[in-house]
């Protein structure tokens, strides 16, 4: 007998028979004595259509009406699951973010949980009843809906799980684990029975879209027990842990790649101090986050300045410059989003030597330019034409010989 929150994604939940699914997987927790929370996600495809249908309406479109209408898919998948629980004899109720209340920070569109409220949630819990909460959202200081980001609900319910003290957080999707690379892209990638904290943390900031970034950082402050299973089969899945828990440890652990994101070149910009503050300062200010950074070196006292933006940030990224260009001073400022960003990621970086010329060397042969690169301890990304991201990942999969 545990308090354990289930988190189920939208595959997961993608259709009423899914729905039953998950009804029956949690019928099975509660029957077995476990306290049971239940983070759901949007069903497949529904937050997709509603982000499309903001951006049509206005790329520049306010946040806080963006979260109200996103926020949606999450409210109708807790309804839907709370039935199908009800309707096997498990007593269940539905939980929007705002009714817990799970509070935010002011960022709508990409909101950090502040704070969440469990006392009434573990007060039902232990009196049998089921909580259905809706992953992805809370509700900000101005009172008003807030998400958290794209794969947020996978954020919702690990601070679900902290604020619950419950004993473990299972993140079932459509994959029975976090593997070397995407299983989808890389057929060969072999599964993973534990990742330290540190690679899964890696590996998803930089685009493995297993688990959100956020969620991972949060587990591993919080001490939350995270594992990775299949909704679809009863395999063991993939266990996040504390490094000195993995016996063998690989130089590389994983391969991942982003299409997420888009590069900017600032051309001619005057190369004198302060130019990197006048350029960045206002897309900081503006909740933009700025990831890959290059500078050339300047010919004639002007320099050319390239940096990736998640491409979600482009219209807005491109707006905030126009507006600072008399500041700036730069001569022209251009946009490409056919880019992809593909990563190597491992905690062995640290003592062994070779990891990126091995990266530089795969990719050449393969005749795939580098745009950008860029490097932490124990990952190195580089930046490449779309197109090659598929040829990129599965050569490098070779290369450092993670094939299964
Ligand atoms: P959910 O809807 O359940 O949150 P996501 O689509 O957000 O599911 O995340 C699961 C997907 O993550 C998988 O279908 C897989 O394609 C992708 N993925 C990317 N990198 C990895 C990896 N290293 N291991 C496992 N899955 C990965
Ligand atoms: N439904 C949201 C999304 O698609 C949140 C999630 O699935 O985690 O991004
Ligand atoms: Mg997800």
Avoid at 207 to 213: E, H, R, S, Y
């Amino acid at each position: 007998m545990a308090r354990i929150v289930m988190k189920f994604g939208g595959t997961s939940v993608a259709d009423l028979d899914r729905i039953r699914n998950v009804a029956g997987r949690v019928k099975r927790a509660v029957d077995a004595g476990d306290e049971v929370a239940v983070v759901v996600s949007a069903m497949a495809g529904v937050t997709n259509q509603l982000v499309a249908w903001c951006q049509q309406l206005s790329p520049l479109h306010d946040a806080r009406e963006y979260d109200t209408v996103v926020a949606t898919g999450e409210q109708v998948t807790t309804g839907l699951l709370a039935i199908a629980l009800q309707e096997i004899g498990v007593d269940a109720r539905s939980w929007q973010g705002w009714q817990i209340p799970v509070r935010t920070d002011a960022q709508h569109g990409k909101a950090r949980i502040a704070s969440i409220e469990g006392a009434e949630l573990i007060r039902r819990m232990q009196a049998g009843q089921v909580a259905v909460v809706a992953g992805f959202q809370g509700v900000a200081p101005d009172q008003r809906i807030a998400t958290l980001g794209r794969g947020g609900s996978d954020t919702s319910a690990v601070a679900l799980a902290a604020a619950l003290r419950a004993e473990r957080c299972d993140i079932y999707t459509d994959v029975d684990g976090v593997y070397t690379t995407d299983p989808r892209i890389v057929p060969r990638a072999k599964k993973l029975p534990r990742i330290a904290y540190e690679e899964m943390l890696e590996l998803a900031s930089v685009g493995a879209k297993v688990l959100q970034t956020r969620s991972v950082e949060l587990a591993m402050k919080e001490r939350v027990r995270v594992q990775v299973l299949s909704s679809f089969e009863d395999k063991p899945g993939t266990l996040v842990v504390d490094e000195e828990e993995i016996v063998e440890q690989e130089i590389v652990s994983g391969i991942a790649y982003s299409r997420d994101e888009a590069k900017m070149t600032v051309r001619g910009v005057p190369d004198r101090p302060g130019i990197a503050a006048a350029i960045f300062g206002p897309l900081s200010e503006a909740g933009m986050n700025v990831d890959m950074i290059v500078q050339n070196v300047s010919a004639d006292g002007t320099t050319d300045l390239t940096f990736t933006i998640s491409r979600a940030d482009l219209p807005r990224a491109q707006a905030t410059l126009e507006a600072a260009k008399e500041k700036i001073g730069y001569s022209a400022i251009l946009a490409d989003s056919d880019v992809a960003k593909i990563s190597v990621v491992g905690v062995g970086m640290r003592s062994h030597a070779g990891v990126a010329s091995t990266m530089f060397a795969t990719l050449a042969s393969k005749g795939i330019n580098i745009q950008v690169i860029s490097t932490s301890e124990i990952k190195v990304s580089v930046l490449i034409a779309a197109d090659y991201t598929e040829l990129a990942v599965r050569a490098l999969h070779t290369a450092y010989g993670l094939d299964a």
